[in-house]
């Protein structure tokens, strides 16, 4: 864990959570502050509208965690 917040404080992409840091509680529990992402998740949505995706949600999803991939990727994560 302490591996991948080291690289999510490198991390600086419109189409990637933004990291804030983090702390530990009594050596047990680490807490992590991330973007707060209004819209919820994929599986969020999906639950409000009680149907799969339309299709052209499906196409601003999927181009935008590929603009994600492609950042990671383009710096070797």
Not at 38 to 56: A, F, Q, T, W
């Amino acid at each position: 864990i302490i591996a991948e917040v080291k690289i999510m404080q490198k991390l600086d992409h419109n189409y990637v959570s933004k990291y804030f840091g983090s702390f530990m509680v009594r050596e047990e529990f680490l807490y992590i502050a991330m973007e707060f992402c209004e819209s919820g998740s994929v599986l969020d949505l999906m639950r409000v509208l009680k149907k799969p995706l339309p299709e052209n949600v499906v196409r601003i999803v999927t181009h935008q965690v590929t603009k994600g991939l492609q950042y990671l990727h383009a710096h070797g994560y």
